[in-house]
């Protein structure tokens, strides 16, 4: 019974380097989405999706892509990590309108 | 656009004292609420949420929270803490645009620490 898995669980990267978040569910939601969380910031919304092929723009999307294949899957791309995207990333499977989101355990990204 | 206020950073409480941590949302309609609690290292866990219906809705692990709309409010309280509860707490609102939900709009999370 995995829920949401999260690859990796740390990560370092140099600026300019890119990377993808990996985020798998085995819930069948259709709704999914990718949170950051910084110290004193609480968690902010980047990318959201509502079903496979269909993506969104949360509130901090810059510098981050997003595609859904398949409803298990739902990868974040850094396209050229800079250090301002150092942090936790969280990804949730659920939530959309009045269903619960479950949260994956995070990947700790620093960009150095 | 909606938004969450969590007034207090950090709360201290003896273990076995009673626990209240605020919430303050911001939204035109029909907020859902929801409360999330995160131990070190880990993921979000949901304690309980708020659709409509009955003000008072209890939760996991003993917590319960009162929405009241007058107040924009969304209270977490519980009677008696255990140090197994010291984690930080997160207040969440349903976000939602033209086309449906669209993700959480969180507070920026309140530090609960127990005292023995």
């Known amino acids: 019974n995995a829920g949401v898995t999260q690859t990796p669980k740390f990560q370092v990267l140099k600026t300019g380097q890119s990377m993808t978040l990996q985020c798998a569910q085995d819930?069948?939601?259709?709704?999914m989405s990718w949170y950051r969380q910084d110290p004193g910031m609480g968690l902010r919304l980047i990318h959201y999706?509502?079903?496979?092929?269909?993506?969104d723009q949360g509130e901090v999307p810059n510098g981050y892509n997003v595609s859904r294949s398949t409803t298990e899957d739902f990868p974040l791309r850094l396209l050229s990590a800079a250090p301002s995207q150092t942090s936790v990333y969280f990804c949730?499977?659920?939530?959309?309108?009045?269903?619960?989101?479950?949260f994956g355990q995070g990947t700790r990204l620093t960009v150095v | 656009a909606q938004s969450v206020t969590q007034p207090d950073i950090h709360i201290t409480v003896s273990e076995g004292a009673s626990l209240e941590l605020r919430c303050n949302y911001s939204?035109?309609?029909?907020?859902?609420l929801f409360w999330y609690v995160q131990s070190p290292g880990q993921g979000l866990q949901l304690l309980l949420k708020y659709f409509s219906g009955d003000t008072l809705v209890q939760g996991i692990k003993g917590f319960e929270a009162e929405f009241k709309r007058s107040q924009s409010s969304f209270n977490l309280r519980k009677p008696s803490v255990h140090w197994s509860d010291a984690a930080e707490y997160f207040c969440a609102v349903a976000r939602y645009s033209g086309g449906g939900a669209d993700g959480l709009t969180f507070g920026k999370g309140t530090h609960l620490i127990i005292q023995p």
């Open positions: 819930m069948n939601h259709e709704y």
């Open positions: 939204y035109g309609a029909t907020p859902y």
């Open positions: 999706s509502v079903g496979a092929g269909i993506t």
């Open positions: 949730a499977s659920g939530g959309g309108w009045d269903t619960e989101a479950f």
